[in-house]
């Protein structure tokens, strides 16, 4: 039975830990907890647990699930992250150089534990970000899947110990907006929304039109009209 291995200082990438949610490239596929995980090369002790782990997972394999034969050329999902991608031969991304590249998973109804650096649950998901660096729990396993013979890669958990900067188009409030004068007068011209324009005084010698002699007599009349009733007693007749 394959056997969990953890492996200490190493970054995280697309990290997928508190929703399942289908793979990237397969929109419609079985949602999954997933992270990808970079070690780097010069992390020599989690590159050795790594080939030990997949060393165990190729004999587990070949008796238990490829019939007692060992395929001659399995699928296995740790890459060279200065080398193309298996998929389709393009680059890596940058924060894939010099480190040694693989993706671990699990199925939604066995979540990965997410813990601190005292082995506390991190509840907060703004915490858990594609660029920390942790501690992970992962288990190399054999599969047989369509056709396809190799070695996968199940996580178990993460350890979150230090924060870095932020892997992909991360824009902050900074990065979109610099500060604005408040005395721009570009900004304090205009009325607040939602609230009418002050009056705007005309030219010098100027004076705003007054109604002609029949509007003010419109306007006298509207007003009587408009004059409240008076008592009348309480009889209703007006």
Request: glycine share 10%.
């Amino acid at each position: 039975m394959p056997k969990a291995i953890t492996l200490e200082g190493v970054r995280l990438s697309y990290v997928n830990l508190f929703q399942p949610k289908p793979p990237f490239n397969n929109p419609m596929g079985e949602p999954r907890f997933s992270v990808t995980v970079l070690v780097p090369k010069t992390n020599t002790a989690a590159k050795a647990l790594i080939d030990q782990a997949i060393q165990a997972a190729l004999e587990e394999g070949v008796s238990s699930k490829w019939n007692g034969v060992r395929p001659p050329q399995p699928a296995i999902s740790v890459h060279d992250g200065d080398g193309p991608r298996p998929s389709d031969g393009s680059a890596f991304g940058p924060e894939c150089q010099g480190m040694w590249v693989f993706t671990a998973g699990c199925k939604a109804d066995r979540p990965p534990f997410v813990v601190d650096g005292q082995v506390q649950p991190i509840l907060d998901p703004t915490q858990i970000y594609s660029g920390m660096w942790g501690n992970i729990s992962v288990t190399f396993f054999p599969y047989s899947n369509a056709g396809k013979k190799g070695v996968g890669v199940g996580l178990n958990g993460v350890q979150k110990i230090r924060d870095d900067a932020p892997l992909g188009n991360t824009v902050t409030a900074q990065d979109a907006f610099k500060p604005v004068a408040t005395q721009d007068p570009a900004l304090s011209a205009g009325p607040a929304y939602g609230q009418p324009a002050a009056p705007q005084p005309g030219p010098t010698g100027w004076a705003p039109p007054q109604p002609s002699p029949t509007a003010q007599a419109y306007q006298q009349a509207a007003q009587q009209y408009a004059s409240p009733i008076p008592n009348d007693g309480g009889w209703g007749v007006y």
